[in-house]
């Protein structure tokens, strides 16, 4: 699905320079049918995207961003030069496929740095030192997020209101911290962190993937029954649903 919509986005910006190669009294008409056909282009990109979405590909998640920028300025930026500079219509193709790349680039930065995954990977570490603090000071990890509260931290980072929350399983010796951005689509990623490896990691889900069990959890209990829910005005547990929050 990326491919196709990358391929889409690259024939729109390739016909552009073989446009601007072309002969430069073409008729106004020419020109906005040009025009009109890259914006096509964009537009089934951005559908692609959409329904990659749709099915939990992150990565093109964050790109329909980048889409939806591409078709709001690209498009009506370049109706606007063509009407302004009538002597150099010609060039106008050419400009845009000159600054694409570094466009294309600029915005697909900008709708990772807006994703709700790296936002609460960041928001995460106030958890992560607290739960270093609380190690280093009883000699074990809690077993619960609540024993954290209030010495080690005062408030948890809001995931979503109205969806799961931060979820946690230790053993006292090592723990998995992890959260799901989204559950309203027919896939979902979890996002795990344990200090074994320091790192966060995903593992995606589709379907028929049955039940999910964090280590070192002692028994396979299914996943979303095992998951802590909030709802607005109610407090947040980390453990545990909040009654009539959340999503089943």
């Not at 980048?66 to 500079?85: R, Y």
Request: with cysteine; proline share 8%.
């Amino acid at each position: 699905m990326l491919e196709i919509t990358l391929a889409l986005a690259m024939f729109a910006v390739i016909g552009s320079v073989l446009y601007a190669e072309g002969d430069a009294t073409r008729s106004a008409k020419t020109h906005a049918t040009f025009i009109g056909v890259a914006g096509f282009c964009l537009a089934v990109a951005g559908f692609l995207v959409l329904c990659a979405a749709a099915f939990g590909n992150l990565v093109v998640l964050a790109a329909w961003v980048l889409i939806i920028w591409i078709s709001a300025i690209f498009i009506p930026g370049g109706l606007t030069l063509f009407i302004a500079l009538r002597s150099s219509r010609r060039w106008i193709p050419l400009l845009f496929a000159a600054s694409s790349p570094l466009l294309l680039w600029g915005l697909m930065t900008l709708g990772d740095s807006m994703s709700p995954e790296e936002r609460l990977m960041d928001e995460a570490r106030v958890i992560i030192v607290a739960l270093e603090t609380y190690r280093s000071e009883t000699g074990s990890y809690p077993e619960s997020l609540s024993h954290l509260q209030p010495n080690y931290i005062e408030a948890f980072p809001v995931v979503y209101v109205g969806q799961f929350d931060w979820f946690y399983a230790s053993d006292g010796e090592t723990y998995q911290l992890g959260f799901i951005p989204d559950v309203d689509r027919w896939t979902y990623t979890v996002f795990l962190y344990s200090p074994d490896v320091a790192k966060w990691e995903f593992d995606f889900h589709g379907f028929g993937s049955g039940p999910f069990t964090v280590p070192p959890t002692p028994s396979p209990t299914p996943f979303f029954r095992t998951m802590p829910f909030a709802a607005p005005g109610r407090p947040r547990t980390p453990e545990g649903p909040t009654p009539g929050g959340g999503r089943g």
